[in-house]
């Protein structure tokens, strides 16, 4: 059997490449199993999704302790203590990480072994697709690091999941075509090992794993009014005060209550805790809101 575990943020589709991976390995003859652990249903919260797949009836549920594959796709979470990425990886375990940096470099910064390999799928998605969703792609370097699942079984899993939640034909395609490159870049590299299911486990058991995991961004130490949810952030939305007509849409708007007006009644942005959702720009009617993608220096 093999355990995939994805970890993204809200929003960013790890619900659906999980699921994207269990239909490409059943279309290919496996059994198949996967679901996702929300924590804060709130958009740029961590959150986790497990796929594990098998040529025998898979008997485990529940939270995938130790991954075969690791897919971090969204490399702030490195930073975030709270996230546990590297909860359970074992000597065997290929972890995938979505940046881009080197895996070279990513070792070095974070003091980590393994087998690590690194891809940047957020350019991937944002030239193919124009939109930092990272489902199709999370879901192609996965399948391909399993060894057990063609290009054609995945471009048909992204095809029936995709329409299943009425993505329109077109970002369909999209999604198919950077699936495709994303598949390609991905290195053909074999897991060695693969902890194999407990013959006594003949009855679903969830295994406990303690509520920071479940939970990580409302419950976990280190999440108080101290949090900053600054790093969730790809991109950075930036005022142009010169054209602003301080009508305050987006004070109004921002879900985070991160924009305040200044003694002349001009918007600020309070960057240590906008986590980019970008609806101010959305909602701003001057259209004088830019955005620009962040990029985290280590
Ligand atoms: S992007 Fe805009 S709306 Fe979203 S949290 Fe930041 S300031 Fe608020
Ligand atoms: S919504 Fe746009 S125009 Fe209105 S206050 Fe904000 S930045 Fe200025």
Redesign the pocket.
């Known amino acids: 059997m093999k355990r995939i575990r994805f970890h993204g943020r809200g929003g960013q589709g790890m619900k659906t490449a999980s699921r994207i991976v269990g239909t490409a390995s059943f279309l290919e003859g496996y059994i198949a199993q996967d679901c996702p652990v929300y924590g804060a249903e709130r958009r740029g919260a961590p959150i986790q999704a497990y796929t594990r797949v098998s040529k025998n009836p898979i008997l485990e549920r529940g939270v995938i302790v130790h991954p075969d594959i690791t897919i971090i796709a969204d490399e702030t979470l490195l930073d975030d203590r709270t996230a546990n990425v590297f909860q359970g990886v074992y000597g065997g375990t290929i972890t995938m990480i979505n940046t881009h940096y080197s895996s070279a470099h990513v070792r070095e910064r974070f003091g980590i072994s393994g087998k690590i390999v690194t891809l940047d799928m957020t350019d991937i998605v944002l030239t193919q697709i124009g939109k930092p969703v990272l489902s199709s792609v999370a879901a192609a370097s996965a399948s391909k690091l399993t060894g057990m699942v063609t290009r054609q079984s995945l471009k048909e899993a992204i095809v029936r999941e995709l329409f299943s939640v009425d993505i329109p034909k077109e970002v369909v395609k999209k999604n198919v075509e950077a699936a495709l490159i994303c598949f390609d870049r991905t290195p053909d590299i074999h897991i060695d090992h693969s902890e194999p299911m407990k013959e006594d486990n003949t009855f679903v058991k969830l295994e406990y794993s303690g509520p920071y995991l479940g939970t990580p961004s409302t419950y976990a130490r280190g999440n108080t009014v101290l949090k900053k949810t600054g790093n969730w952030r790809l991109f950075k939305?930036v005022i142009d005060h010169e054209r602003c007509s301080r009508c305050r849409a987006?004070f109004v708007?921002?879900?985070?209550s991160?924009?305040s007006l200044d003694t002349a009644g001009y918007p600020r942005?309070d960057y240590e805790n906008?986590?980019?959702?970008?609806?101010?720009?959305e909602e701003c009617p001057k259209k004088v809101i830019l955005k620009k993608r962040e990029v985290r220096e280590w």
């Open positions: 939305p987006c708007h921002c879900p985070h991160c924009i942005i906008c986590k980019g959702c970008l609806i101010c720009l």
